[in-house]
């Protein structure tokens, strides 16, 4: 048993961010989504025909949520990778490749750290302050879980009053919603540097290029396809622009 | 598109809502303890001499910054993702960076917009496809290979990836969603409250820097509503026909 090799002051942190018991828990929010998504799939493919989906178009739908999926998982995935050596396997899985984020966890974790005067990574980087910062990231991310628990209920109530009263609402309002989140989210981006300008401008420029030759040529996969060349053409872009 | 009576639709949307309303908590609430006994045993169980105060005083120190905005952004999301979709959505993280770019790439391609009961069901079976992909990638290249590729990636393209996958996501998704929204006011009305709140309003007041997309989110609402286009009847449940510009993302299917 790793047990044995723990040491609070030790700043060797491997015996802890690989212990088994953070295995088991990884291993079971893998397990937790498992499920869900199989009842949830179940639970679809029945309702589908009651609001005219065919079984082809769940499918399909299921198809282009991976295919869109593959770019952003893959960069996740490098992210991750990137902060195995400071958080360990299983914590990286649970943290920052599921449930969390990378930008909360990494905030979080720096955050707690800093209460007891310590820095990720560095001399100060103990196992101690690793199972603080593990600890103290993985409860501020339950606040997430918790808010959704609590208001999903008692917004779709709010929901359906509002889809009775006035049907227009329910087309505006997911619209206004989606748009308004991400324009301020990709502003927000374009102000970090011009690096971060250029990278969005080359992706929005291959999703237009992926779009129009999907319309012209009648290629629906290219439309499926295209948020991951984007990604993928703008991250070689902003490789070369900070590079050079 | 089949032809069904009223009463169908109601049963099989009944069932659904059922089914994702009793195991759409649990699941959540399973990943939730799971999560908490990790945290709890990390802190107490593993030796390592962590006083409940300690604890507690990281907790706080995290949930001072980031608390308010646990409870904003389930509030901002449900509005895209419908009910069903909100409990695989905070189960499983990443939102805004991939579940909802799947979410609208599937809608896109079947011509739907978000807010249907049509689209709950295309986003719910999007994350799903998402769920297989993430779940494969992240086993297969951290789980197995990571310790070995922690050594073989260049460290520029690790910090290429960390430093700029936000704008390589927003820029393709943001066109992608103008383009399958297909309501030129709307846009209009998001792309300038954002770029005032961005540019104008947290530059002058920092601390707002948290809550920029929980009220670009609440103002582009407001004013949608408000200038919307209120001369053709509108069919029921769609939106007014609005002078849509030619667009290029026609549904092919």
Redesign the interface.
């Known amino acids: 048993m790793a047990i044995a090799a723990v040491d609070p002051s030790s700043t060797d942190i491997t015996p802890l961010i690989q212990h088994p018991v953070l295995w088991a828990c990884a291993a079971g929010v893998f397990a937790v989504i498992i499920l869900q998504s199989v009842i949830y799939f179940r639970a679809i493919r029945k309702a589908a025909p009651a609001v005219g989906l065919s079984p082809a178009q769940v499918t399909g739908s299921v198809r282009s949520g991976a295919v869109a999926a593959i770019g952003p998982s893959l960069a996740v995935a490098l992210i991750a990778v990137s902060l195995l050596p400071l958080f360990g396997t299983p914590a990286v899985l649970a943290r920052i490749g599921l449930v969390g984020s990378a930008a909360f966890d990494v905030a979080a974790a720096g955050i707690s750290a800093g209460t007891q005067g310590a820095e990720l990574g560095g001399p100060t980087y103990t196992q101690k302050i690793f199972a603080l910062a593990f600890a103290a990231m993985t409860i501020g991310g339950l606040a997430w879980m918790l808010s959704a628990l609590i208001l999903t209920p008692i917004l779709s109530k709010g929901d359906a009053k509002l889809r009775k009263v006035n049907p227009a609402v329910m087309a505006i309002v997911p619209t206004a919603a989606l748009l308004g989140a991400f324009f301020t989210l990709a502003f927000t981006e374009v102000l970090k540097s011009p690096a971060h300008l250029v990278t969005m401008l080359a992706s929005a420029a291959a999703m237009a290029v992926c779009l129009i030759l999907a319309h012209r040529l009648r290629l629906s996969w290219l439309r499926e396809w295209g948020l991951g060349f984007s990604i993928v053409v703008a991250l070689a872009a902003a490789y070369f622009m900070t590079a050079a | ?2 032809t ?1 009576t009223s009463a ?6 009944s ?2 809502d059922r ?3 009793i ?3 649990i ?6 303890l ?10 107490f ?6 006083t409940p105060v ?2 507690v ?3 706080v ?3 001072a ?3 308010v905005i ?2 904003i ?8 993702l419908g ?2 979709a ?9 939102i ?3 579940l ?7 809608q ?3 011509g739907e ?7 709950e ?2 986003a ?12 494969t ?3 297969i ?3 197995i290979l ?2 070995w ?2 050594g073989m ?1 260049p460290a ?24 399958a ?1 297909r ?1 030129r006011r ?2 209009i ?3 300038i ?3 005032v ?3 104008v309003v947290v530059p002058l007041v920092p601390s707002l820097t948290f809550y ?2 929980a009220l ?2 609440v ?3 407001a ?3 408000f200038t ?1 286009s209120k001369t053709p009847p ?1 069919v ?5 026909a609005e002078a849509s510009p030619p667009h ?3 549904p ?2």
């Open positions: 598109m089949s069904t169908d639709t109601a049963a099989g949307l069932a659904f089914t994702t309303s195991w759409g908590p699941t959540l609430a399973l990943g939730l799971i999560s908490l006994a990790a945290a709890l045993y990390a802190a169980g593993s030796g390592m001499g962590i300690e604890l005083t990281a907790v120190a995290v949930l910054t980031f608390g646990a409870i952004e389930p509030i901002s999301y449900f509005p895209i009910r069903s909100m409990y695989q959505a905070f189960l499983i993280g990443n805004a960076n991939k909802l770019p799947a979410a609208v790439v599937a896109a391609n079947l917009r978000p807010g249907t009961r049509r689209a069901l295309i719910g079976s999007a994350i799903i496809g998402a769920v297989l992909i993430h779940i990638t992240l086993t290249f951290v789980g990571g310790t590729l922690v990636l520029p393209l690790i910090a290429t990836a960390r430093g700029y996958i936000l704008p390589a996501v927003f820029g393709a998704v943001v066109l992608q969603s103008v383009m929204m309501s709307t846009t009305v998001a792309v409250v954002a770029a709140l961005v540019f920029a997309t670009a989110v103002i582009t609402i004013l949608s509503w919307r509108s029921v449940g769609t939106a007014p290029i993302s026609e092919t299917r």
